[in-house]
């Protein structure tokens, strides 16, 4: 069966492991994360290498990764000494992921090892920007934001990676007839309070950001049967 998250931005990760056999995940299951494992909470890091290392999950990109490889001065062996000669676009790119909640994550960054924060960076610039399932039938576009600039006839690999990763969707968008669209980034609670904590289910689109960067439970869908988990 097929699940997927978002936004969990550095969630407790015990609670991570509790959703996943709350909902009875296994190795024949395949899980997708649609970006945004890092900053706010304190656990970022444990994600990504929890991601890097599953035959069954895949993490995409979310706009913090995008913030966080654009830092890639932080990943090098020197970084301690180039921190100290940053050039405007590096300082820039810094200041904006900074502003964004990535202390507890550059704090993580540096408390693994050299080689493993240069395994994290190769990796991080592996995440694919989308991907499209079919389950049971059904078709289902995954992004990061949803899609700027929606058109039906538009390809996925015409959209920029902006578009598919900082896009603010509205609750009057509409996208395919045919497929969902299913994203996070918006977490449900800027829609309206009665939606904090749930997950928001259109007929073109889901947004499943049920708002873990504030510390509510993460919800988990199954797209099989649209069974969703939570803690709580
Ligand atoms: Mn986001």
Partial sequence: MIYVISDLHGYPFEGFMELLKKAGFSDDDFLYALGDVV???KNGIDYLLWFKEQNNAELLLGNHEVMMRKCDFLFHPDAIELME??????????GIWMY??????????????????QELFRYLCTLAPYRTVKVGGREFVLTHSGLRDFSPQKSLDDYSL?????NRPELTDRYYEDKMVVFGHTPSWKFGEEYEGKIIITDTWIDIDAGAGRGLSPVLLRLDDMAQFSLG
């Avoid at 964004?100 to 924060?117: P, W």
């Avoid at 902006?162 to 900082?166: E, I, Y």
């Fill in 39 to 41: 900053d706010r909470g």
């Fill in 162 to 166: 902006h578009d598919l990763v900082w």
């Fill in 85 to 94: 000669k940053l050039d405007n676009d590096q300082r820039v790119n810094l």
């Fill in 100 to 117: 964004n909640g990535a202390e507890e994550t550059i704090r993580g960054l540096f408390a693994i090892s050299q080689e493993k924060r």
